[in-house]
């Protein structure tokens, strides 16, 4: 096991992240943050108090389950679904930042924009993530990354949150 | 072919003591220490039980009319294998034996096989209805000279028609073999009545239906001096009201099944039907007070209520599919599991449970002999410290419907003797009867 | 978990991960999404041996929002009603490729005969059989009693539940009544002893034969469905005698604590065990029942199929 990220790394990544979303999104009263549960959504939650403070504006945060849309449903156990709330200001038209924390074979994203056709018509969907660990298995790729980690196929990522796991921590294990 | 006789060496009496006995012409020969004959065929008993011949009181063969379930033949052939010499046959066929005819006809088949005698019951009403009585005084007068009446599967519900059956049957020593099933608290039941059926939705069958029957027929037999045998006990209610009444010398003997001395109505739970049978499985607290009652003599035989179904009949819902299951097999392992490794009978009890009585509540005069010099020989041999496991698929019955399946069992049937005649060496059927 | 058999079949955990999938699949469908693609490709049929247009309807349309294709096999003019046996029939699905079988049945056992059998290989629901369960319907009614009367709880702890009429035939109560248990709720039966089944004594429950005793003390009055036909088979007098003692009629009503509430599984006998204004009244929440039934069946099959292990060779 070692550490990839420490908490002041996730820190100033998500930082960072805050404000390449400000600057590519000059019209910052349409952005919406929509983490995918469950780190997804606690660093969603992040990013947009981060952006609130840059933007001195209240962005607008949600989060969206993806689980009834996965393909793979049928290779794993059956899951307890995650709440989903999108914000007042819905998603039709809106820029809307979809946040993960480790993007890999890119079939979440994929979900994820399946369960966000469903609820309307954005104008543009972008995507953060915290890590980018590569093997992507359809053509997908993030808009803002936190850092790009190359991994085996062998090695698993697993991204620590102090609102879950009480510390902030990125490591990367050999199974 | 042609043998000049057995001579089985080294085997245990039912009394326990060790002897040789030489089978020759029918009869058995002589019984000793050391008997030897060069001309005999040799058969190693050490470590086996010989026996009477187990007779059975209650069978359902299914011919004529369910040729497809059982035959008088297979039938045979089943209970030559489980040890049987004697089967009696209920009538509850299609026609049903209410006449001389039929009776007739069952017992010619049963003297074709040559496996064992087969006695046929008589029903008691016509058309087993419970209301007019059927040509009692024809069947015993018949060549199959029927003694035991029933109208098994159903009740003989109506008293006054019970009372006459009871009174007639005395001209000729007869018995009236009583299927005790109340028959408005049973509408429909499907198991016992109780924690289990309250659980599964399955209509409940109190055992107050079959006591009510029970302590009734009991003070009419009482009332009109006949013979009364009470089939397949299953309540502990049942065996206190048989208790009183022998206590008070009135003319009753009983029969428990075998499955009802080790199954329970838990089995339900898997909603098989091959656990459904009349009268259903009961508790543990009931099976417990059966064997109690078989080994002080309460309860006077066992009987295996053998009733073979087709697989449709059970491979079905449990409310759709047939009552009853296969028997003649594995009724003397599971005596032996339940009543003597368990040390609450010996096998000279075994022996009188399971032939003696049973010939003599039937009227069978050449089975049920104690083994002794002259006697028919209608003898079988168990090996008790043997096992083997039940098969479905390997029953010799044409049914496949035995509650035993994958049950390892004590006690494997080696040999069956019928008049002297071997249908059975070595578990294996060596004289298949006559043809179907 | 394979089949829902009974709710003897799901641990607390379980039967909780059920109503929490229910309440989110009630947002989902409440907001705009009335289709999810989850359960595309997969085959679910309604096996209705007995007739039953609600509940059938109802796990048809939950089936039909996850995306699943379903046949509907029902009673009217097919083999299940022509007398071919349950083997055959399912044979006949499992040559149709069936995931899931939801069966109602008049017998009792038939869905675990179904599921025990080597005849198919489809997940077994059962949707009513016989006098014996039906837990769709419990773990609705538990959806329901949660979100009026736990406040927040995930469980049902410590909630009262007074199960009233035909509890001897009724497989709703059946499933309730382990349900309830299973989640913290006390359950008092109230029914006529004719109508309570021998061996009921070791049940986990209260047994009275005085409604208005019981009403005041508890938080949900479910009153059961009693069938015309038990009349004739001695088990109470008649009509007027059942509703006089075990029927919720508006005098009954005003004996219920403020916020308690009254459950009917349906369909009701208006007048007899539930007077019409007792039905249509602020504290009935017998419609919501039945809305959320889809959302709880929707979980359930969810529960049961989105996890099932792919065949050889599919990846
Ligand atoms: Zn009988």
């Known amino acids: ?175 | 072919m042609t043998v000049k006789g057995y001579l089985i060496k080294n085997a245990q009496m039912p009394d326990g003591g060790i002897k040789d006995l030489l089978i020759t012409d029918g009869r058995i020969h002589s019984l000793a220490v050391g008997i030897n004959d060069a001309t005999a065929t040799i058969i190693d008993a050490k470590g086996c039980v010989v026996l009477p011949g187990l007779v059975d009181l209650h069978t359902h063969l299914r011919q004529p009319g369910r040729e497809d379930a059982e035959t008088v033949l297979s039938g045979s052939r089943s209970g030559a294998k489980g040890g049987f010499t004697a089967i009696s046959a209920m009538p509850n066929t299609s026609p049903v034996a209410d006449n001389a005819g039929v009776v007739e006809q069952v017992f010619r088949l049963g003297q074709q096989s040559g496996l064992l005698d087969v006695f046929p019951i008589g029903a008691v009403t016509q058309g087993l209805e419970g209301a007019a009585l059927s040509e009692i005084g024809a069947m015993a007068d018949s060549i199959a000279q029927v003694r035991v009446f029933s109208d098994d599967g159903n009740c003989v519900f109506d008293p006054l028609v019970m009372r006459r059956a009871l009174e007639y049957i005395k001209k000729f020593n007869g018995v009236i073999a009583q299927h005790a099933q109340e028959p408005s608290l049973t509408v429909g039941s499907q198991m016992n009545e109780g924690e289990v059926s309250a659980v599964l939705g399955l209509k409940g069958w109190p055992a107050v239906a079959e006591e009510a029957i029970i302590a009734r027929d009991i003070l009419l037999v009482d009332h009109v001096k006949s013979r009364l045998h009470i089939c397949h006990v299953t309540t502990a209610g049942g065996v206190e009201i048989i208790r009183w009444a022998k206590a008070r010398g009135i003319n009753v003997t009983a029969e428990v099944t075998p499955h009802h001395l080790l199954l329970t109505d838990e089995l339900a739970r898997s909603y098989d039907p091959v656990f459904k049978v009349n009268p259903p499985l009961r508790t543990q607290k009931d099976v417990m007070a059966l064997r109690e009652a078989l080994a002080d003599g309460t309860i006077d035989i066992v009987a295996t209520d053998h009733a073979p179904h087709t697989m449709e009949s059970k491979e079905c819902e449990w409310q759709e599919a047939s009552f009853g299951m296969l028997g003649l097999e594995t009724a003397l392992s599971i005596v032996q599991k339940t009543m003597v490794d368990s040390k609450l009978m010996d096998w000279a009890q075994v022996a009188d449970r399971l032939s003696t009585a049973p010939a003599r509540i039937g009227g069978y005069s050449d089975q049920g002999r104690n083994l002794e010099i002259g006697a028919k020989a209608n003898v079988m041999i168990i090996n008790p410290s043997a096992s083997w496991t039940v098969d479905k698929d390997l029953v010799v019955s044409k049914s496949r419907n035995t509650p035993f399946h994958g049950y390892e069992l004590p006690g494997v049937v080696t040999h069956t003797f019928f008049n002297g005649m071997a249908t059975l060496i070595d578990g294996a059927l060596i004289n298949s009867g006559g043809s179907e | 978990m394979r089949h829902l058999l009974s709710i003897s079949d799901l641990s607390k955990a379980e039967a909780v991960s059920i109503l929490d999938t229910a309440t989110e699949l009630a947002r989902v469908s409440d907001g705009a999404v009335k289709k999810l693609p989850t359960l595309r490709g997969r085959t679910i049929v309604n096996l209705f041996a007995e007739d039953s247009t609600r509940t059938r309807i109802s796990f048809e349309a939950a089936a039909k929002r996850l995306s699943a294709d379903v046949i509907n096999f029902s009673a009217k003019g097919s083999s299940v009603s022509k007398g071919e046996s349950l083997k055959d029939t399912a044979l006949t699905l499992q040559a149709m490729g069936a995931d899931a079988v939801v069966i109602r049945h008049g017998a009792s056992g038939a869905p675990q005969r179904l599921a025990d059998s080597e005849w198919m290989l489809a997940s077994v629901i059962n949707a009513g059989d016989g006098t014996h369960e039906h837990p769709s319907q419990a773990l609705l009614d538990a959806f329901t009693i949660r979100k009026h009367c736990a406040k927040g709880a995930p469980d049902l702890a410590g909630i009262r539940v007074a199960i009233v009429g035909d509890v001897l035939h009724s497989r709703v109560a059946r499933s309730n009544i382990l349900l309830l248990n299973l989640l913290g709720a006390s359950v008092s039966l109230v029914a006529p002893p004719t109508l309570l089944p021998v061996g009921i004594e070791k049940w986990p429950v209260d047994i009275s034969y005085d409604f208005d005793a019981v009403i005041p003390s508890v938080d949900v009055v479910m009153m059961l469905r009693v069938q015309q036909e038990r009349m004739s088979n001695l088990f109470f007098p008649n009509a007027r005698e059942y509703s006089r003692y075990f029927g919720l009629n508006s005098d009954r009503l005003k004996l219920m604590s403020p916020h308690s509430i009254v459950m009917h599984p349906g369909p009701m006998n208006r007048g007899l065990e539930i007077a019409a204004e007792v039905a249509d009244s602020a504290r009935s929440v017998i419609v919501e029942q039945v809305s959320n039934g889809v959302s709880v069946r929707m979980a359930i099959l969810y529960v049961l199929l989105a996890g099932q292990s792919l065949e050889a060779g599919e990846k």
Do not use: Y
Not at chain 1, 51 to 80: C, F, K, N, W, Y
Not at chain 1, 87 to 102: A, E, F, K, N
Not at chain 1, 139 to 157: C, E, H, M, W, Y
């Open chain 1, 1 to 175: 096991m070692s550490v990839a990220l420490s908490a002041l790394e996730i820190s100033r990544a998500l930082t960072r992240i805050s404000h390449e979303i400000l600057e590519a999104n000059p019209s910052s009263d349409l952005i919406t943050i929509l983490g995918i549960p469950t780190r997804g959504a606690h660093l969603a939650v992040r990013i947009a108090a981060s952006m609130s403070q840059i933007a001195a504006r209240e962005i607008p945060v949600g989060m969206l389950d993806i689980t009834m849309h996965r393909d793979d449903l049928r290779m794993h156990p059956p899951r307890p679904l995650m709440p989903t709330s999108i914000p007042s200001s819905g998603i039709q038209g809106r820029d809307i930042v979809l946040v993960d924390d480790v993007l890999f074979s890119g079939r979440t994203i994929r979900a994820a924009l399946d369960a966000l056709g469903e609820i309307g018509r954005p104008r543009t969907v972008q995507l953060a993530a915290l890590v980018d660990r590569g093997h992507r298995e359809l053509p997908i790729r993030a808009d803002f990354v936190g850092k790009n980690l190359p991994t085996s196929t062998t090695q698993s990522v697993k991204v620590h949150l102090t609102e879950i796991d009480g510390i902030d921590q990125v490591v990367i294990e050999d199974n």
